[in-house]
């Protein structure tokens, strides 16, 4: 039996994920990302801040 040829779909809300824009930025981002590892050392203080915005 034949196998019919496949093509990649990329739905048109995701074709901004294909640009070389988009790529430099998420390249940009990881790079952040991995030099800054995530802490919750200021978490209380975000939130006290947070609660002195509210009220």
Same mark, same amino acid.
């Not at 824009?21 to 203080?45: I, K, T, V």
């Given at each position: 039996?034949?196998?019919?040829?496949?093509?990649?779909?990329?739905?048109?809300?995701? =074709?901004?994920?294909?640009?070389?824009?988009?790529?430099?930025?998420?390249?940009?981002?990881?790079?952040?990302?991995?030099? =800054?590892?995530?802490?919750?050392?200021?978490?209380?203080?975000?939130?006290?801040?947070?609660?002195?915005?509210?009220?």
């Amino acid at each position: 039996m034949p196998t019919l040829p496949t093509s990649p779909v990329v739905p048109d809300s995701e =074709h901004w994920l294909h640009s070389a824009a988009a790529a430099a930025g998420l390249r940009e981002a990881l790079a952040w990302a991995q030099s =800054h590892p995530a802490s919750d050392e200021a978490a209380d203080s975000l939130l006290q801040h947070l609660r002195d915005k509210q009220g």
